[in-house]
């Protein structure tokens, strides 16, 4: 059976021999080295030994080592082969031993002088001199100028200009002032006054974990530098190429937001710079839907396609092959440097490098050798990268294409039985070759999805079930879209608006297939156990290619399989008794309730930008829809994130403040609702709501009896009986708005075993707030929203009231997101740091 119609390097004339390139049996030493080093870093991170302990291992290990060297026999019959084994094992067990050292030394302990080690983890003012390594433009909206980030790399600290001393580390900024953005670049070189602290760690059950993505990258601290305490003082060395690089894609992101309208630019800045910073949340949740996300990644999809480019330029001016080789290899490194030097920019680099380069010096290049060698290369310089998604979808995609893949392919000629290479017929074979491009680029995204779909799972929640469709659109319009944009981003003017019509047109495509029912399958994280078989599964294909993997039993496993990995949402178990987790948001407030029948209750969505970061909290737990929805109050920090929810998770009943003129974010939440044909309702003025489940509303309100309240005069006081224990939810927004709930609301409705209340305007807590508590009868007291303290609002001293009452006081700023109803004995429990714990 010939293997000329396929790509020879992944496809072997005789597979399972040792000499096929994609075969299991050949040798490939640095392939298992790779995965040892990658397997030693994931232990370290799992087990976190202490110093000692890590250091006790490594000498052991070269003990051990020693000692096989000296009392292994070389001689005797059958020992070279037991040698060779020997020093494999060995081999492994340093690669193990050196991607746990690694890990611990970069990421667990810090050298003396990093920023972490020299400043407190509370918040901090400290002068520091840093060289600037990357830089976010901010992304303003209707409603916010957005922020600046910029990533510095640090190398002197102090307290005062005066007294600045040698310090290492990354330190991410946030820069909100307009007058500071913009004011410097990639490579800039900076002395600046910053408040700094250790990044917030995560308090949202199942939400992005921020803090440990930061420190992933070696970033153990953020901080907003004062705007009039920025100096550009310098710039980087002229070796340091990539800073200069980065700072060029910098300028010709400017210029294609100059050329193009903002929509587009923010497209082609990201196919083809790299910088993402300038797509809207809804694109890129429609690209995620779509199964199209990776085209907004820098990868081999866009190195390849350019340096492909490049080598048919060469060879048309008559340039040598190993010049052109050259060329290309120099090409790819800058390129990624370019783009920022990102894992699925550099992982393409290297490849394309390693591989060019062998063919210079007439060797030739193993794929699984390859990809291992990049692999090393990004992960002894950042081990962290093995826990971020970009990394492991990069490496996965790439692994499935270099063994799935030729598995499939190979089962598919086994199973037609007639080869290929038979058919000498001109028209016939023509024909063949269209079908078998079809086929292999079928082939080819199905390994890939295949090879993808469980760190999709794991990282965005969700599995596109048309990915292999979407692809075979949005694949071509993109590569299309890459070279029209940056020809058009050369050309300009009325030719330049032309060539972007192919990003238009892959904008548009997404944007109508990711609103189709189906598009997305939204699922909780997997379980680790079906994630592991699932890699066996895929493992058992590559292993068993041209023998037990016949094509039958491929097409119905692989089918299987992906289908199992969807059934993780079976795995979701309900809570015991209906319990309630107040949400811990950066700004305005929120609160789950859930029922053991896997029902869920929203009470208000947070504020602008909290609606995406609840839908995804919901979504991870596997909450797919709201069988209510309350908005107790018409203003941002109940209801600005309500409508961004509402487009992510449908809602079956709402139950909203009522306002004689409501403002722009209820008029596009009612708007929201009416179109998924949900009515809302205003709440019920006597009686008790029922459900979901055995939970019973009671609502009272702060407003003037016997009128409809005006815009935003009126906020709710919601009672929620969960069955063992009650919660009342209430806003002190004022002396009156207190005075008018306390005096109309009755007894009942405001009785309950735990009060989570919230000031009004600016942190203060009225006087009245004290007859709220004591007319409540609640021995716990949750108070504040967003990244308020309680202490740290006006009038009423919260602290001194519940220590006078011997009441228990909490705040989920600093508790993080608190659990209710979660225990017999009305135990209260803290998510921080990615798990629950109960508090005493």
Not at 44 to 64: C, E, I
Not at 280 to 292: S, V
Not at 476 to 487: D, K, M, Q, S, T
């Amino acid at each position: 059976m010939s293997g000329d119609h396929a790509p020879t390097y992944l496809v072997g004339l005789h597979s399972g021999s040792p000499r096929d390139p994609s075969g299991v049996k050949r040798r490939r030493p640095l392939f298992w080295l790779a995965l040892a080093f990658a397997l030693g870093i994931w232990v370290d991170d799992a087990w976190a030994p202490s110093f000692g302990a890590l250091g006790g291992t490594v000498l052991a290990a070269l003990l051990g080592g020693l000692a096989l060297l000296l009392f292994t026999p070389r001689d005797e019959g059958g020992s070279r082969t037991r040698l060779a084994r020997l020093r494999m094992a060995a081999a492994l067990c340093a690669a193990l031993l050196g991607g746990a050292c690694c890990n611990a030394l970069q990421l667990r302990f810090p050298p003396a002088q990093d920023v972490s080690r020299r400043t407190p983890d509370r918040p901090a003012l400290a002068w520091l001199e840093a060289t600037v390594v990357e830089v976010r433009r901010a992304v303003p909206t209707e409603t916010w100028a957005g922020r600046d980030a910029w990533t510095v790399h640090l190398e002197q600290l102090g307290a005062d200009p005066a007294s600045l001393a040698p310090a290492s580390g990354r330190v991410q900024l946030s820069i909100a002032d307009e007058s500071a953005q913009g004011a410097v670049h990639e490579g800039d070189v900076v002395r600046m006054l910053v408040r700094l602290e250790a990044p917030a760690p995560a308090t949202l059950p199942a939400g992005f974990d921020a803090a440990s993505f930061l420190a992933r990258q070696g970033i153990r601290r953020v901080g907003e530098p004062a705007a009039d305490r920025i100096e550009v003082i310098g710039s980087a060395p002229w070796w340091r190429a990539d800073l200069w690089l980065r700072r060029a894609s910098g300028t010709l992101a400017e210029r294609t937001r100059e050329r193009f309208d903002p929509v587009t630019a923010a497209l082609l800045d990201a196919l083809l710079l790299g910088r993402r910073e300038g797509l809207q949340p809804q694109d890129r949740e429609a690209f995620a839907a779509a199964g199209t996300a990776h085209l907004l990644a820098i990868s081999g999809l866009h190195v390849q396609a350019i340096a492909v480019l490049l080598w048919w330029l060469f060879a048309a001016l008559g340039w040598p092959r190993r010049r052109s080789a050259a060329a290309v290899i120099a090409f790819a490194l800058g390129y990624a440097a370019l783009c920022g030097l990102q894992a699925p920019v550099v992982r393409a680099a290297l490849m394309i490098g390693l591989f060019a380069g062998a063919w210079i010096v007439r060797r030739s290049p193993d794929p699984l050798t390859t990809l291992a060698a990049a692999a090393l290369a990004i992960l002894f310089v950042r081990p962290g990268e093995l826990f971020l998604a970009g990394f492991q979808l990069t490496f996965l995609a790439v692994l499935a294409l270099c063994t799935l893949y030729p598995s499939i392919e190979t089962a598919w000629r086994a199973w037609r039985k007639i080869p290929e290479g038979w058919i000498v017929d001109p028209n016939e074979e023509a024909a063949l070759r269209v079908r078998r491009r079809v086929r292999q680029a079928l082939f080819v995204s199905f390994a890939a999805w295949a090879g993808t779909a469980s760190v999709v799972a794991w990282h965005m929640g969700r599995l596109a079930p048309w990915t292999l469709l979407t692809n075979f659109v949005s694949v071509p319009l993109a590569l299309l879209g890459l070279a029209c944009g940056a020809a058009a981003l050369i050309l300009g003017g009325t030719l330049g608006g032309v060539l972007t019509l192919p990003l238009a047109l892959l904008l548009g495509f997404t944007r109508k297939f990711a609103a189709l029912p189906g598009a997305s399958i939204n699922l909780p994280e997997p379980v680790l156990p079906l994630v592991a078989v699932y890699a066996a599964i895929l493992a058992l294909a590559w292993v068993e290619r041209g023998r037990y993997a016949t094509f039958p039993r491929l097409a119905a496993l692989l089918p299987a399989s992906l289908v199992m990995l969807a059934a993780t949402a079976l795995f979701v178990r309900p809570p015991a008794a209906p319990r309630m987790t107040v949400l811990d948001l950066p700004a305005g407030r929120a609160a789950l309730v859930e029922t053991p029948t896997g029902q869920a209750a929203l009470i208000d969505c947070g504020a602008e930008g909290q609606g995406r970061r609840l839908a995804e909290c919901l979504l991870r737990q596997g909450v797919r829809e709201l069988a209510l929805l309350v908005i107790t109050e018409d203003s941002p920090e109940a209801c600005c994130g309500a409508a961004e929810l509402v487009r992510r998770v449908p809602v079956r009943r709402a139950v909203l403040a009522r306002t004689v003129a409501p403002s722009m974010l209820l008029r596009d939440l009612r708007a929201q609702l009416e179109a998924q044909g949900v009515a809302w309702e205003a709440p019920p003025k006597e009686g008790a709501l029922a459900g979901p489940g055995e939970v019973r509303w009671t609502f009272a309100s702060d407003a003037a009896p016997g009128a409809l309240p005006g815009a935003g005069s009126e906020a709710l006081c919601v009672r929620v009986a969960l069955g063992g224990t009650s919660v009342l939810l209430a806003q002190a927004r004022s002396e009156a708005s207190l005075g008018r709930l306390l005096s109309t609301a009755p007894r009942d409705a405001l009785r309950a075993e735990v009060l989570r209340v919230t000031p009004g305007v600016g942190g203060q807590w009225p006087a009245s707030t004290e007859r709220l508590v004591a007319a409540s009868g609640a021995r716990t007291l949750i108070a504040g929203q967003g990244g308020l303290y309680p202490e740290e609002g006006a009038g009423v001293n919260l602290a001194a009231l519940t220590m006078q009452e011997g009441l228990r006081l909490l705040s989920t700023a600093r508790a993080g997101s608190l659990r209710l109803g979660d225990g017999p004995r009305g135990e209260v429990y803290a998510y921080r740091e990615g798990a629950w714990k109960e508090l005493p």
